[in-house]
Structures are given as C-alpha cells and as structure tokens.
C-alpha cells in the first residue's frame, strides 16, 4: 500500500460514499495460469480482504460487491457449489475480523434460490454484524439488475391489488422503495475489474448517474492500491447529474 495515494485520497474531501464493484476476471485469471476456475475464485477472495480494508482507510461508508448473479446460476453445477462453498468460507472465517473493524454485512438477491448451509452462513455472518457503524458491506448474491425491476414491478402491483397503493403515487421513490438496495444511497462510483466495458445486469436502477471506472486488472490481481487509483480518479471528475457542471 502506497501511503501517498491515501494521504492524497484524505486530502480531497470528495471521497465517493458508495462504491461499487463488478468483480470480474477470476476464470481468465486461472486459465492464464493453467489453474481450474475455483481456483481463481478462491484467490479473488484476498481481493476482497483488501478492498474491504482499503474502503475502510479511505473512509468510504457503503461497499457493493457483486459477487454472484442471477446468471450464474447456469455455469456447471461443481462451479456453482465451489462458489456456494466460497461464500460459506467467507462468513464462518472473515465474520468475527469484520466485526471487529465495525463492519456490517448484508446479503442481497434472491435468497431462496441458495441452498440451506450457505443461508445459514449468511444468517450468521449478517447477525454477527449487525450494528456495525464504520463501513456498510453489501454482498449481492443471486442478484440481477432486470430480476430486480421485475420484482418491483410485481411489489407495487401487488400494493395496487390490495388497495394498499393508489398508481398515480407510483414515482421514483416508490419504486425505490421496493429494491433490494433500499436502504443506502446509489453508488457513486463504480469499478469493474479485467477491462471489460459492460455493467452485465447489476444495478440499473442504481447507477444512472454512478460514474464508471474500468480496469484491466483481473480481480484476483485488484490490490489495495488499485481500489485506491480508482478512488483518485473519481475525485478529478466533475460529476453533473445533467447539469452543464462547473467551468
């Protein structure tokens, strides 16, 4: 870790409250290197560790991590559970340290999908730090940007049915109010790993106005300092929100 680049992070007062992440590159990591899939996964959790640590440093309040999607859900059944292991490994071993730091953890997707042992992993790891006030993680797990909207759609619909919900109220922060991300702001600063120039179906309410940042580096590679060149990056931008911005 470069103390500079946190020193010039401090310095700035803009540091993005929300960041989100694509955590993408952990296959190609391992075929670059001849390696089985999982074992690119299994190394991407370091990554993890150390972003985890440097959003706390640089003292940003919300980190969004996607770390499995609804569409996942289709790759090979052994790649599946190796990734189901992976999350359970997390909880029952990163749970107390993150507590420790004041971390507090939420899981957020279709839920019901996951099998029983890896809820009963994300029971433990979301009750065990609860209340954590220094840094807000949210884990997105079989998560999908459409599926979320979808969902949604059917909530206030449902609200409509039973009279609970009149259509001309529903407006933006209704239907906010419905996602799995309700609690917290919109990210203010997205960051996807391994260069690839897409946001593949996360978050597509949330990032309207997120600004985007693209890395070559393959996730299992993302260090510290890398999450804190993006952070610098943010800061040099003049973010709008559909205004003509500062000259």
Not at 44 to 73: K, Y
């Amino acid at each position: 870790m470069s103390p500079d680049s946190l020193d010039r992070i401090r310095l700035c007062a803009d540091v993005p409250e929300h960041i989100a992440i694509i955590m993408d590159g952990n296959g190609r990591w391992a075929g670059e290197r001849g390696l089985p899939r999982v074992l690119g996964h299994r190394e991407g959790m370091r990554s993890v560790r150390e972003t985890v640590e440097g959003a706390i440093e640089a003292g940003v309040q919300i980190l969004t991590l996607f770390a499995f999607s609804t569409e996942n859900w289709s790759r090979p059944p052994q790649e599946v559970s190796a990734l189901m292991q992976l999350l359970q490994r997390y909880a029952h071993r990163e749970g107390k340290e993150l507590q420790k730091r004041g971390v507090e953890v939420h899981v957020l997707g279709e839920l019901d999908r996951v099998d029983s042992v890896t809820q009963k992993a994300i029971k433990a790891i979301t009750d065990n730090t609860r209340g954590g006030v220094t840094l807000r993680l949210n884990l997105m797990v079989s998560y999908g940007g459409r599926e979320e909207l979808v969902r949604a759609a059917q909530i206030l619909s449902e609200r409509v049915r039973a009279g609970q919900l009149n259509p001309d109220d529903i407006d933006e922060e209704a239907l906010q109010d419905t996602l799995f991300t309700r609690e917290g702001r919109a990210p203010d600063l997205l960051i996807r790993t391994s260069g690839e120039f897409r946001i593949s179906n996360f978050m597509l309410w949330q990032l309207a106005y997120t600004e985007l940042y693209i890395t070559p580096v393959l996730w299992p590679d993302f260090g510290r300092e890398d999450f804190f060149e993006a952070i610098l990056d943010y800061q040099n931008r003049d973010r709008r929100f559909g205004s003509v911005g500062s000259q």
